[in-house]
């Protein structure tokens, strides 16, 4: 229930292309969220891929602290807040993650931000869901 495993890891570099492309995006500071609601069959409900601007963090240690407590608070509020909404609905998902934040916060707010994200992204896909049918 609490893992992370490689299957729900985007790594699909045309999808990653379309997601950037034509996906819906949103800002939940300090994340900045890409979603994109998927026909194909996934081997997971959601696909996630998470990234930290080089360019604002220079250190690779800096950017691999952020994005291990972004994975880290994902996995612990992902099957209650994200999975099991969008598997009652039949829907998959594609999902990019990015910290936009200017420095590097403790994992207790990154993890208030996060939850508070993922309701915002199942809110969105909610309505857009409802203006489609």
Known sequence: MYTFKKEERL????LLEKLFRSGSSFLCY???VSWMPVEAMLPATVQVVFGVSKK???RAVDR??????MRETYRL???KLLYLPLQQQN???VLSINYIGKEIT???FMDKKMVKLLLQTCEQVNASH????
């Open 30 to 32: 300090p994340f900045r």
């Open 56 to 58: 604002r963090y220079r």
């Open 130 to 133: 409802v203006k489609v049918v």
């Open 77 to 79: 509020h992902k099957e």
């Open 64 to 69: 691999n602290l952020i994005k291990r407590r």
């Open 91 to 93: 829907q998959q998902l």
């Open 106 to 108: 403790d994992f207790k």
């Open 11 to 14: 790594c699909n570099k045309k």
